[in-house]
T-cell receptor
Framework: KAGVTQTPRYLIKTRGQQVTLSCSPI?????VSWYQQTPGQGLQFLFE???????NKGNFPGRFSGRQFSNSRSEMNVSTLELGDSALYLC??????????????FGQGTRLTVV | SQELEQSPQSLIVQEGKNLTINCTSS?????LYWYKQKYGEGLIFLMM?????EEKSHEKITAKLDEKKQQSSLHITASQPSHAGIYLC????????????FGGGTRLMVKP
């Protein structure tokens, strides 16, 4: 069974540009969550989707957005990039509606560098 | 909001030694996850604990959940260089959904 796939693995963007990251969950999983990891802030929750609906959103500016498609694949978009957006972006895949009832698996992440 | 405190923040052990990492929550634990991360890579799922008193093992790694203390511990027996990495605990939120709150991580180095 294939794991969680994130593309691309690495990205270098210029300040002011926008970027789109993709996450394909494990087959059959309906939930995708996104996290930002930085040395200073650690792992922080961005947002999560279940069956195409965004249910929770973390404390990030509106420049961060996402969506989930009918095949459960998800994308997150960051507009007007800032240097502070440089981070490892991770997505997690889960089959159930409440993560307390099931396991959650992460992808390899996308390393975004903003210059 | 829920907070998870991990201790120690970093650990250096001699190969073959045992070690324990702790994760303490500020709120009731509904599901506690342990992950391992190599620098700059994704999180590798180790195990998940759901009930108080639950204990799970995988190879030389054992995790326990103490619901009353709102705490979990991860114990590695006879550590090996392959155990080196960052260990992260994550907890489910009590409002349902799939959001996880993470601790700050414990960086483990194993000296051969």
């Amino acid at each position: 069974k294939a794991g969680v796939t994130q593309t691309p693995r690495y990205l270098i963007k210029t300040r002011g540009q926008q970027v789109t990251l993709s996450c394909s969950p494990i087959s059959g999983h309906r939930s995708v969550s996104w996290y930002q990891q930085t040395p200073g802030q650690g792992l922080q929750f961005l947002f999560e989707y279940f069956s195409e609906t965004q249910r929770n959103k973390g404390n990030f500016p509106g420049r961060f957005s996402g969506r989930q498609f009918s095949n459960s694949r998800s994308e997150m978009n960051v507009s007007t990039l800032e240097l502070g957006d440089s981070a490892l972006y991770l997505c997690a895949s889960s089959p159930a509606a409440w993560v307390a009832n099931t396991e959650a698996f992460f992808g390899q992440g996308t390393r975004l560098t903003v210059v | 909001s829920q907070e998870l405190e991990q201790s120690p923040q970093s650990l250096i052990v001699q190969e073959g030694k045992n070690l324990t990492i702790n994760c303490t929550s500020s709120k009731t634990l509904y599901g506690l996850y342990w992950y391992k991360q190599k620098y700059g890579e994704g999180l590798i799922f180790l195990m998940m604990l759901q009930k108080g008193g639950e204990e799970k093992s995988h190879e030389k790694i054992t995790a326990k959940l103490d619901e009353k203390k709102q705490q979990s511990s991860l114990h590695i027996t006879a550590s090996q260089p392959s155990h080196a990495g960052i260990y992260l605990c994550g907890a489910a939120n009590d409002n349902a959904g799939n959001m996880l709150t993470f601790g700050g991580g414990t960086r483990l180095m194993v000296k051969p």
